[in-house]
């Protein structure tokens, strides 16, 4: 049975697939509706319009990392599984049919996003950053890892990484990433 919310989650899914492949002033809501076999009026029911729709995919990428971080943000507890939760993260989103991350796929695009966007945009990024940074810290303090430099510089050179490791892993196969991945385990001295 399609429900309202299975049907939001469809049109999520294409759009996203959609930005990735065509960029965000690529596609319209015809290109969704079709192979969903919807009406434009069930797109524009869920969102009115295009920002409303990159809105819903940010926030979706949003709620999927304050629920995999918060109870690491609240507590604590060790950093490594944290770091692999993020490199499995980045897996199971491609596996998605989702290769590059959604910060990347809106910097094509950048200067046609609504400020709101731009601004719930800028807040995954800031909350990523933290998250990570917070991982990196904790790393250090348990020794589980080292490095130089601060925690929220290499936690932006780490998320940097894997942003431009998803795209040339598009092009050149899933093993950039894979390679990428150990060589930040190398760089954060973690040894199996």
Same mark, same amino acid.
């Given at each position: ?20 492949q065509r ?6 809501y ?6 969903l ?17 990159i ?8 709620q999927v990392?304050k629920?995999?971080t918060?109870?690491f943000?609240a507590?604590g507890?060790?950093? @490594?599984?944290?770091l692999e ?6 897996m199971?989103q491609?596996q998605?049919? @989702?290769?590059?991350c ?6 094509v695009?950048?200067?046609d996003?609504?400020n709101?966007?731009?601004?719930a ?10 998250w ?6 904790t ?21 940097a ?8 892993? @598009? ?10 991945f ?7 001295g973690?040894?199996?």
């Amino acid at each position: 049975m399609v429900t309202a919310s299975n049907t939001r989650e469809q049109i999520i899914d294409k759009a996203f697939q959609l930005m990735l492949q065509r960029g965000l002033n690529g596609f319209s809501y015809r290109d969704i509706s079709a192979p969903l076999g919807v009406k434009n009026a069930a797109i524009h029911y869920h969102f009115p319009n295009k920002m409303d729709l990159i809105a819903a995919l940010i926030d979706e990428n949003h709620q999927v990392l304050k629920k995999a971080t918060s109870e690491f943000m609240a507590y604590g507890g060790p950093a @490594r599984p944290q770091l692999e939760g993020l490199f499995a993260f980045t897996m199971n989103q491609i596996q998605r049919g @989702r290769p590059i991350c959604m910060a990347g796929a809106l910097a094509v695009d950048y200067d046609d996003l609504s400020n709101d966007i731009k601004d719930a945009n800028d807040c995954f990024m800031k909350d990523s950053i933290k998250w990570l940074s917070k991982v990196l810290e904790t790393g250090l303090e348990r020794e589980e890892f080292t490095f130089e430099g601060g925690a929220e510089m290499k936690a932006v050179s780490i998320l940097a990484t894997i942003q431009g490791a998803r795209q040339m892993a @598009r092009v050149h196969g899933m093993d950039i990433l894979e390679n990428m991945f150990e060589q930040i385990r190398i760089d954060l001295g973690i040894k199996d």
